[in-house]
């Protein structure tokens, strides 16, 4: 791949010491990549001690509070607002980039003005076993690339947060992401001190909507040649995760679909409801055929967590009206 010069601020949030060693790889992955990133900048939600320790362990960073609403929507515009580079890179603090990451991603705006931005794959790093009742076409639960994602470099509705590059005017143009509150979002995820974006909307989705519905010709590019890993720890491998993480998906959507309308808030999940899912509970009794006795596991999670994704879609619509 021809040498290119950087352009990409790179944004990593943070919220939470328990994930310093993955901060650390992640940060570790930064400094490794065939084309150095612009600038790093690490976004620390509502933490004061983690910004100091942070500050700290990264003299080469730009180590700055999260100054907008709490979640990773705010912390994502205020990395947006300290980003120098005329496209700004998402990743989270658990996940580490592959050397050619940022090279890739940055190829994909370089031959077509058209892209407004682009994402790669995300790989799962299983801290504990490999967790292989849970079917591929839901990875998306623990923030990972799921089967009926392309398999090459093409168009898709929407990239995965974790692992996005866009260009900052189009950051500029539309006001960032859609911020909510601690209040806003639904106990169960304020418990947990995740703040979703509008209180429980899925904020990549959100944002590449928005952007389309300013600019119905820009694209956004799927690059599974730009790969980063993202931690999966043991807790997520639970089948207790797995239920509450389709019901979340659920009520966001829901949520979604009063800001964007149900044609464009839907329109990839219709797809992966109709077609993708039916053909992975042939697969796993055609894996159990094989030998695989894990198979029917995975095809009985997909029929449970669609089930209990309708249903806490159901919910959200409620509570919307």
């Known amino acids: 791949m021809p040498a290119a010069a950087a352009e990409t601020s790179v944004v990593v949030s ?11 790889a992640c940060i570790r992955s930064l400094e490794s990549q065939t084309l150095p990133p612009l600038q790093v900048i690490v976004v620390v939600d509502h933490n ?13 960073a730009t180590v700055i509070p999260n100054e907008r609403a709490r979640g990773l929507s705010g912390a994502r515009n205020s990395g947006t607002a300290a980003a120098r580079g005329s496209i700004i890179a998402f990743i989270d603090d658990d996940a580490r980039a592959e050397p050619d990451w940022l090279q890739r991603l940055q190829a994909c705006f370089e031959e077509d003005g058209s892209v407004a931005g682009a994402g790669g794959a995300l790989l799962p790093l299983w801290e504990g076993p490999e967790a292989r009742w849970i079917p591929r076409e839901f990875y998306w639960v623990f923030g990972c690339s799921y089967t009926g994602l392309p398999e090459e470099l093409a168009p898709v509705r929407n990239p995965i947060g974790a692992n996005m590059a866009v260009r900052a005017s189009i950051l500029e143009e539309i006001g960032g992401f859609r911020e909510g509150s601690a209040e806003d979002a639904p106990r169960e995820l304020r418990a947990r001190g995740v703040v979703r974006a509008g209180g429980n909307i899925p904020d ?5 909507i928005r952007v389309k519905q300013r600019r119905p010709d ?37 949520n979604l679909t009063r800001y964007v309308g149900a044609d464009l808030g839907l329109s990839s999940e219709r797809r992966h ?27 009985a999670a997909i029929a449970i967590g669609l089930g209990v994704v309708v249903g806490g879609f ?8």
Not at 14 to 24: A, G, I, P, S, V
Not at 49 to 58: M, N, Q, S, V
Not at 204 to 208: F, M, N, V
Not at 314 to 321: E, H
């Open 14 to 24: 943070t919220y939470n010491e328990k994930r310093w060693d993955d901060l650390l």
């Open 48 to 60: 004061p001690g983690l910004l100091e320790r942070a500050g700290g362990a990264f003299p080469e």
């Open 204 to 208: 990549d989705t959100d944002l590449a």
């Open 218 to 254: 820009a694209v956004w590019l799927y690059q599974p040649t730009a790969v980063v890993h993202h931690t999966v720890t043991p807790e997520r491998g639970t089948f207790g995760y797995f239920v509450r993480r389709c019901y979340e998906e659920g009520v966001g959507k829901a």
């Open 273 to 299: 409801a109709m077609l993708v899912l039916p053909a992975g509970i042939l697969r796993g009794f055609r894996d159990l055929l094989r030998g695989d006795i894990r198979g029917p596991l995975r095809s």
């Open 314 to 321: 159901l919910v959200g619509k409620v509570r919307g009206r």
